[in-house]
């Protein structure tokens, strides 16, 4: 493992209520490196997808800093930040969110092309190749099971080579089989191609797949796990 490649400082966020003010996460800091995998867990409103948000760049924290690729986030703008995603980042999510209007290799190339990347094609091909998808290139959303449309959600996630993959659930639609065999790609994935995971999940065994693991509750950090 290398250079660090997230670093998050004494990250908090704060925001409004009829109460005053409701705090979402609390004086929270970590470092990944290039090749680390994080798991972040805890029950539902202990502050995993706002702590994931804020490690993204997709929202930005009432305190503290995140650096992602050697970029302070809070430094950029609205757009400048989603340059940042776009180069270094890929995102899986428990929903897909496959566009239904393209089938799966349209799916996987089209942030390759939005990028003008030149080999879109053949490198969403292979891609879905990898992920066992080779014979359901031509297929819609609609005609795929879930496990498959994840297979496709994660081929497109690693398309453009992220350095860092966000995965919020990613096994949360699945049953147990397809969910262990998503599970295995993932991880399979970070290891090949050096990408830093961090993945929230509810799933105790696939957080403890991770190098690293974090819980939280209430917005603050009561157990972190280290290799």
Same mark, same amino acid.
């Given at each position: 493992? =290398?250079?660090?490649?997230? *670093?998050?400082?004494?990250?908090?966020?704060?925001?409004? =209520?009829?109460?005053? !003010?409701?705090?979402?996460?609390?004086?929270?800091?970590? &470092? @990944?490196? &290039?090749?680390?995998?994080?798991?972040?867990?805890?029950?539902?409103?202990?502050?995993?997808?706002?702590? @994931?948000?804020? +490690?993204?760049?997709?929202? @930005?924290?009432?305190?503290?800093?995140?650096?992602?690729?050697?970029?302070? @986030?809070?430094?950029?703008? /609205?757009?400048?930040?989603?340059?940042?995603?776009?180069?270094?980042?890929?995102?899986?999510?428990?929903?897909?969110?496959?566009?239904?209007?393209?089938?799966?290799?349209?799916?996987?190339?089209?942030?390759? !092309?939005?990028?003008?990347?030149?080999?879109?094609?053949?490198?969403?091909?292979?891609?879905? *190749?990898?992920?066992?998808?080779?014979?359901?290139?031509?297929?819609?959303?609609?005609?795929? =099971?879930?496990? !498959?449309?994840?297979?496709?959600?994660?081929?497109?996630?690693?398309?453009? /080579?992220?350095?860092?993959?966000?995965?919020?659930?990613?096994?949360? &639609?699945?049953?147990?089989?397809?969910?262990?065999?998503?599970?295995?790609?993932?991880?399979?994935?970070?290891?090949?191609?050096?990408?830093?995971?961090? +993945?929230?999940?509810? *799933?105790?065994?696939?957080?403890?797949?991770?190098?690293?693991?974090?819980?939280?509750?209430?917005?603050?950090?009561?157990?972190?796990? !280290?290799?």
């Amino acid at each position: 493992m =290398s250079a660090s490649i997230l *670093d998050a400082r004494n990250l908090s966020k704060v925001v409004p =209520s009829a109460e005053g !003010e409701l705090i979402i996460l609390h004086d929270l800091s970590l &470092n @990944l490196g &290039n090749g680390d995998s994080l798991a972040i867990v805890g029950s539902s409103g202990s502050g995993k997808s706002t702590l @994931l948000g804020l +490690l993204a760049g997709l929202d @930005l924290p009432s305190a503290g800093e995140v650096h992602l690729a050697g970029r302070a @986030l809070s430094t950029l703008d /609205e757009d400048q930040r989603a340059r940042v995603r776009a180069e270094h980042v890929g995102f899986v999510f428990q929903s897909f969110q496959l566009l239904d209007n393209l089938n799966a290799l349209e799916n996987v190339m089209l942030p390759l !092309e939005l990028e003008g990347h030149r080999e879109a094609r053949a490198r969403a091909r292979q891609l879905l *190749d990898r992920v066992g998808l080779g014979q359901r290139l031509s297929h819609y959303p609609r005609q795929l =099971s879930g496990g !498959e449309q994840q297979r496709v959600a994660i081929a497109r996630a690693f398309a453009a /080579e992220p350095d860092v993959l966000f995965a919020d659930e990613p096994t949360g &639609n699945l049953d147990s089989h397809t969910g262990e065999r998503i599970s295995d790609l993932l991880f399979q994935l970070n290891q090949e191609r050096g990408t830093t995971l961090v +993945l929230v999940t509810h *799933d105790e065994r696939l957080a403890h797949r991770c190098r690293r693991l974090i819980r939280l509750e209430g917005g603050r950090l009561v157990e972190q796990v !280290e290799p």
